[in-house]
RNA sequence: GGGGAAGUGCUGGAAUUGGCAGACAGGCGUGACUUAGGAUCACGUGCCGCAAGGCGUGAGGGUUCGACUCCCUCCUUCCCCACCA
């Protein structure tokens, strides 16, 4: 071994970035001669210090990325910032430091970190939403989106919160406790005049995913958070003076229409407009306080599910519209006057939340839906039964199972008629009256109940009146009846089953009873099949400064008017004053307000709340196309070549905010005609996160971060490229680890000392020839597969494989044979994309043509590929007994023969024929004896 | 409460998708070269056992000639949603 030059990131690191820029090397332009991919990564938020997580969502998107540019296609690959947002107005606030020079200062820093790590990005094509000529088209989407009305402007009450003083998006507020997603206050709830997307026109079409690549997990949290509801509406009639036919038609939303017979009150939202309006004077006090309450409450409080119910009696009735049953109408903050219609019809037999509520109340239970399986179940306490009952039961085959407080017996429906004879002969009938007042309960059964006649009904639904509004010594009764395990299970711990007590529809089964009855509800206009979603529309209003102003003005006469195109962009005005006040600078602002109506030039009012960032960066990816652009958001000939967006790469957090919202917009703007096609993402793949040594979540405050420029100045961006495509599946991140990045330094270094020493030809055999050529083109093979299904850390060790068989080559004397200069190629060429300087550096070295990563991906040779010899393994009874070395292509007869033959088979096989012999061919031999 | 994902050496993780479990690394151990080493190189490293051998992919069962991989039951951890009618 001669001197050489020792590796050095720092001296060749920054040479070749400063080359690649000035040669414009990752320019993308439009090129039809070859086929576009536009790979996609988060564009971060400038916060002012690259996490590494940001790295490590980036750099093996950049390493395929290069990869793919290699392999032929025209790859654009762009970067920007996401720079709108409260953290630039919280350090004006906290450092007074204004929000656009926080934001630009920060910017300015991360594209040199961004440089640092070689990433071939285009900076021509960089986007910065903060930018007047970015947001003037995100307000521009606005305006398209009002004149489609797919924007709108409504009272509501809204998530709000305290601390950053403004409204957030129900995607932004997170957690058990409601918290703001940004700086974990509680939210609470405030009703305000704010504007919203029409996302949820949208909704069956984005759980529609038959476009798209994306992991599975995406789309299940998506589905889950738009969760399609199927059922029906049904109007009940309010029975209240002084109410329009409008009003006193009650819609309620029901998933189970099956039930509808087993409605026995009805519940609305505390903040449901009817309350007033019905409330009894009787009930009015005791109302208007509850409804001042829930108001008052934070949503930590009220949407606790482990908290009791409460609720209070309006006074007022309802008459259900399929059995004109009379019901009481309640208010409770269970039921969320942002979902459905407010309003639900209560069926306790059949639901939980009802059931706790009737429970407390003592409001009537009844059960209108046979068991699933047919069979019914009946209770026969300790007590109430003679020595006799339980033979009889055993004769008629009656199952049943004895417990401390009585029988559970289970009933199937054709011995139903028989236990009723039983139970009469046996004096039940009698018991039943005991049982009810002692606090037991029996099985509710349309055929018992023919049997125990209307009275028993009625006395039950009467002795639950009794209860009203709130008795609370019989809720011992309610509860024994919980304490009945077999109750709660005939209750509503199934799903469809046939239904009972339901007038003409009893016996209806349950496969066909809901679309039975929504059909006979729309016969008779009193329902009709209704979908509902759990997603709302997208908030978008912000009553922050550092954010796109919402492109209206109020006029006194003519409304809301848009702010016409010509006038466009809305510009945030620099000069603005922060007072505590919580109120936003906008609208402090002296002038800034002050505008004239579109419609009449008089004097109008301009809005000053500001659009959420996840508005502009729904469209980012449009503006990479042509950033300079001037006639609109984005130039329509780079749109029609580049779009849609073939790999986009990012984490999962995004799952039901951004990802949603960015389909919504490409959707909405096809619609408008803006965009094309039915997706504006194609593939979709999430890196895992970083966590910090601990295994705790990266953290200033835990003083577990990891700072990648540190990483960077010690082992060079190449290393550390290396080792973040390495250290973990990229998919599942985990823990860093600081001492295994010591592997990717030894890895590149040996790289460098294996290209650099200059050693003389040797005398190789033509055997270690073949096996380095095979090595090579293995190794090829599955970069190449793995680079295309993003397993990266097998693609660096397949690379250190082949490093250490070079080594090994090396030392037989390979060193000047054409296969050697082969493998050197092709090692640099699949190095460039993971250590895109190093693999320049050294191929310049080797005195190859500039650049490395201009040129082609090179093509696996299958023949050297392929194995010569293979290891066939000899089993016996499915366990390793042997390994032979023949060749590949050995004959089906001659395998198991010489598999036969093994001495080690022979010890196991003692003489005995073997059974049979399994040949998986080039693989293996399984004897069995 | 509902939905989902994952359990492989001391650690990160491999295993061509039903065919040699533990590739490649980290760590650790022994040695070499060194005045020195956070450098480099060589060898070793799943568990039990002196060995022959046996046992091993969260636990238990099943299918199969053969199971980390497929099926059933259970356990553990993590994530998401959560009074959504």
Redesign the pocket.
């Known amino acids: 071994m001669s001197d050489q030059t020792p590796y050095n990131p720092a001296e060749i690191e920054p040479k070749w970035q400063a080359r690649w820029e000035a040669d414009g090397l990752y320019h993308s332009d439009i090129d039809r001669s070859k086929t576009k991919y536009y790979a996609l990564t988060m564009l971060p938020y400038p916060s002012g210090e690259m996490h590494i997580g940001h790295w490590y969502a980036m750099t093996p998107s950049d390493a395929r990325a290069r990869f793919l540019r290699m392999r032929g296609f025209n790859v654009m690959f762009p970067m920007g910032f996401d720079a709108f947002g409260l953290p630039a107005e919280n350090a004006a606030i906290n450092r007074n430091i204004h929000p656009k020079e926080w934001t630009y200062a920060n910017i300015r820093r991360m594209r040199q970190q961004l440089r640092s790590m070689g990433a071939m990005f285009d900076w021509r094509r960089e986007a910065v939403s903060s930018d007047p000529e970015y947001y003037h088209w995100s307000q521009w989407f606005f305006a398209q989106l009002f004149k489609n009305d797919l924007a709108y402007r409504k009272m509501s009450p809204v998530d709000w919160c305290p601390h950053d003083n403004t409204t957030l998006a129900?995607?932004q507020?997170?957690?058990?406790d409601?918290h703001c997603e940004r700086c974990g206050t509680p939210v609470i709830k405030k009703d305000l005049e704010q504007w919203f997307f029409r996302t949820t026109s949208y909704a069956d079409e984005l759980l529609d995913f038959s476009h798209l690549d994306w992991p599975?997990?995406v789309e299940?949290?998506q589905t889950?958070?738009i969760?399609r509801?199927e059922?029906a509406e049904v109007h009940f009639i309010v029975d209240a003076e002084g109410l329009s036919a409008d009003e006193a038609r009650l819609t309620?939303?029901?998933?189970?229409p099956d039930?509808l017979w087993g409605a026995t009150f009805m519940?609305l939202?505390p903040e449901h407009p009817l309350v007033a309006k019905i409330t009894t004077d009787e009930q009015r006090e005791l109302v208007e306080e509850y409804v001042q309450q829930a108001l008052r409450q934070s949503?930590i409080?009220?949407?606790?599910?482990?908290?009791?119910?409460?609720g209070v009696f309006t006074g007022c009735y309802a008459t259900n519209p399929v059995n004109g049953e009379s019901i009481p109408i309640w208010i409770?903050?269970?039921?969320?006057?942002?979902?459905?219609?407010?309003?639900?019809?209560?069926?306790p037999a059949h639901?939980?939340?009802?059931f706790?509520?009737a429970l407390k109340f003592g409001l009537p239970i009844l059960p209108v839906i046979d068991r699933p399986d047919g069979l019914t179940k009946s209770f026969v306490p300790i007590g109430t039964m003679d020595a006799g009952f339980e033979e009889a039961l055993s004769e008629l085959s009656i199952p049943f199972v004895k417990t401390e407080k009585g029988l559970n017996v289970t009933l199937p429906v054709d011995k139903v008629e028989q236990y009723v004879n039983l139970a009469q002969k046996h004096q039940l009938a009698d018991v039943w009256t005991e049982v009810v007042g002692t606090g037991w309960i029996f099985i509710f059964n349309d055929e018992v109940l023919k049997w125990e006649s209307q009275e028993s009904e009625v006395r039950i639904l009467e002795l639950c009146k009794d209860l009203e509004p709130n008795v609370r010594h019989n809720r011992t009764l309610m509860e024994m009846l919980w304490e009945c395990e077999f109750y709660r299970d005939a209750l509503y711990h199934h799903e469809y089953g046939t239904m009972i007590n339901s007038g003409e529809f009893s016996r209806t089964p349950g496969e066909t009873a809901v679309q039975d009855v929504n059909e006979w509800l729309e016969g008779r206009e009193i329902g009709k099949a209704a979908i509902?979603?759990?997603l709302?529309d997208w908030l978008i209003s912000r009553q922050r400064y550092w954010g796109a102003p919402i492109p209206i003005v109020y006029c006194p006469q003519h409304g809301a008017q848009l702010v016409p195109d010509e006038q466009l962009p809305v510009l945030l005005p620099d000069d603005v004053e922060w007072l505590p006040t919580g109120e936003s600078p906008l609208k402090l602002h002296p002038t800034w307000k002050q505008a004239t109506c579109p419609v009449c030039g008089e004097a109008a009012e301009r809005e000053t709340d500001t659009m959420d960032t996840f508005m502009c960066s729904s469209w980012y990816h449009l503006r990479y196309l042509s950033p300079d652009y001037d006639q609109g958001p984005f130039d329509p000939e780079e749109y029609d070549y580049w779009m849609p967006v073939d790999t986009y790469t990012g984490g999962?957090?995004h799952?039901?905010m951004h990802l949603i919202y960015t389909r919504f917009f490409h959707k909405a703007g096809r619609d408008m005609g803006i965009t094309q096609g039915p997706e504006p993402m194609i593939q979709l793949r999430n890196q895992?996160i970083i966590l910090g040594e601990d295994s705790e979540k990266m953290s200033k405050s835990r003083g577990n971060v990891i700072a990648p420029d540190e990483l960077v100045d010690?082992y060079g961006a190449d290393t550390v490229r290396a080792?973040l495509m390495?250290?973990?599946?990229w998919d599942?991140?985990?823990?860093w680890?600081s001492?295994?990045?010591?592997?990717?330094?030894?890895?590149i270094?040996?790289i460098w000392?294996l290209f650099t020493d200059t050693i003389s030809p040797g005398n190789p055999t033509p055997e270690t020839l073949q096996v380095l050529r095979r090595k090579v083109h293995q190794t090829l093979r599955q970069v190449t597969?793995?680079f295309e299904?993003f397993?990266f850390?097998?693609i660096?060790?397949?690379?250190?494989?082949l490093?250490?068989e070079m080594?090994k080559a090396r030392?037989q004397g390979a060193v000047g044979a054409p296969e050697w200069d082969e493998a050197q190629d092709i090692y640099l060429r699949m190095l460039a994309p993971v250590a895109p300087h190093v693999a320049e550096e050294l191929w310049g070295i080797l005195g190859k043509p500039y650049s490395v990563h201009t040129q082609d991906w090179p093509d696996v040779d299958e023949a050297a590929a392929a194995e010569q010899q293979?290891?066939l393994?000899v089993?016996v009874?499915?366990?390793?007994r042997d390994?032979i070395t023949v060749p590949a292509d050995i004959s089906e007869e001659k395998a198991k023969e010489l598999a036969l033959s093994s001495d080690?088979v022979g010890?196991y096989l003692e003489g005995k024929p073997p059974r049979?012999v399994?040949l998986?061919p080039g693989?293996?031999v399984?004897i069995?004896v």
Do not use: C
Not at 173 to 176: M, P, T, Y
Not at 739 to 747: C, F, Y
């Open positions: 129900r995607e507020v997170w957690g058990e409601r599975e997990r299940l949290l889950n958070w969760h509801s059922g309620v939303f029901t998933t189970r039930t519940v939202a949503d409080q009220r949407e606790s599910a482990e908290k009791e119910k409460t409770a903050d269970y039921v969320l006057m942002t979902y459905g219609t407010g309003a639900i019809m209560a069926v639901d939980e939340r009802d706790e509520f509902n979603y759990r709302r999962i957090e799952a039901t895992g010690r080792y390495f250290f973990a599946r599942l991140g985990g823990p680890n001492s295994g990045i010591e592997g990717s330094v030894r890895w270094r040996r000392t597969h793995d299904t397993e850390n097998t660096i060790s397949a690379l250190m494989e490093l250490n080594y030392e293979i290891t393994v089993q009874n499915g366990k390793v390994r080690a010890k049979k399994i998986v693989k293996l399984n069995v």
